[in-house]
């Protein structure tokens, strides 16, 4: 069984999401609740980061866009990743483009002091400032670059759906998309609605 290592209101909901699309056994073992649990994923992932994912061999996989490659040719059927080589090209181009622009710009947001030898308050303002502007800037991008490789309603949601789906939730990237570009908006909304995907990010992100 796979074994799923992280917490609410985090990125292990994509890959939480994605294993619920394959329709695979798995244990979402939450690090917040239990010092057990995040001794366990500091031997597993010695960066503590989440998601973690546990293969039921033993063996590990971190890094988003790894896990969910990972889970889309693994699993096929899932549709996680197109069939058509060069849609699966862009698909995982669109994954590689958003843990390296997007999620790692959140990084920032969330950890100024990481990034800073000073890490007085005017700096880390300015810091977290500038990546707030990139990273908005950067979803526009996204929608620009890669709106045809998005879920039109008429298949499953895929890999690429999923992660910006749950990328998008943080670092007031929502708020400004939905004046910025509003048919990406809309179009996260419908994603957040998938019966298969609701309960997931209910659970991550209780109304």
Same mark, same amino acid.
């Given at each position: 069984?796979?074994?799923?290592?992280? #917490?609410?209101?985090?990125?292990?909901?994509?890959?939480?999401?994605? *294993?619920? *699309?394959? &329709?695979?056994?798995?244990?979402?073992?939450?690090?917040?609740?239990?010092?057990?649990?995040?001794?366990?994923?500091?031997?597993?992932?010695?960066?503590?980061?989440?998601?973690?994912?546990?293969?039921?061999?033993?063996?590990?996989?971190?890094?988003?866009?790894?896990?969910?490659?990972?889970?889309?040719?693994?699993?096929?059927?899932?549709?996680?990743?197109?069939?058509?080589?060069?849609?699966?090209?862009?698909?995982?181009?669109? *994954?590689?483009?958003?843990?390296?622009?997007?999620?790692?710009?959140?990084?920032?947001?969330?950890?100024? &002091?990481?990034? *800073?030898?000073?890490?007085?308050?005017?700096?880390?303002?300015?810091?977290?400032?500038?990546?707030?502007?990139?990273?908005?800037?950067?979803?526009?991008?996204?929608?620009?670059?890669?709106?045809? &490789?998005?879920?039109?309603?008429? &298949?499953?949601?895929?890999?690429?759906?999923?992660?910006?789906?749950?990328?998008?939730?943080?670092?007031?990237?929502?708020?400004?998309?939905?004046?910025?570009?509003?048919?990406?908006?809309?179009?996260?909304?419908?994603?957040?609605?998938?019966?298969?995907?609701?309960?997931?990010?209910?659970? #991550?992100?209780?109304?």
């Amino acid at each position: 069984m796979y074994q799923l290592y992280g #917490h609410q209101n985090s990125g292990a909901a994509a890959i939480e999401a994605a *294993l619920e *699309l394959c &329709e695979i056994p798995y244990r979402f073992i939450d690090v917040e609740v239990s010092t057990e649990a995040a001794h366990a994923l500091e031997k597993l992932n010695p960066l503590k980061q989440i998601p973690t994912l546990q293969l039921p061999d033993g063996s590990i996989l971190t890094e988003s866009a790894a896990i969910l490659i990972h889970l889309g040719l693994t699993f096929p059927k899932s549709k996680l990743l197109p069939d058509n080589a060069a849609e699966r090209d862009q698909a995982i181009r669109g *994954l590689v483009y958003i843990v390296s622009n997007c999620y790692a710009a959140i990084g920032i947001i969330d950890y100024p &002091e990481r990034w *800073l030898q000073v890490a007085d308050k005017p700096s880390r303002d300015n810091l977290m400032a500038g990546a707030r502007e990139r990273l908005h800037w950067s979803w526009e991008v996204f929608a620009d670059q890669f709106s045809g &490789e998005l879920y039109l309603g008429d &298949e499953p949601p895929g890999a690429l759906d999923v992660l910006a789906a749950v990328i998008t939730r943080w670092a007031g990237s929502r708020e400004y998309l939905r004046g910025a570009r509003p048919g990406f908006f809309a179009w996260l909304e419908r994603i957040d609605r998938h019966p298969t995907l609701a309960p997931v990010f209910a659970r #991550h992100w209780p109304s």
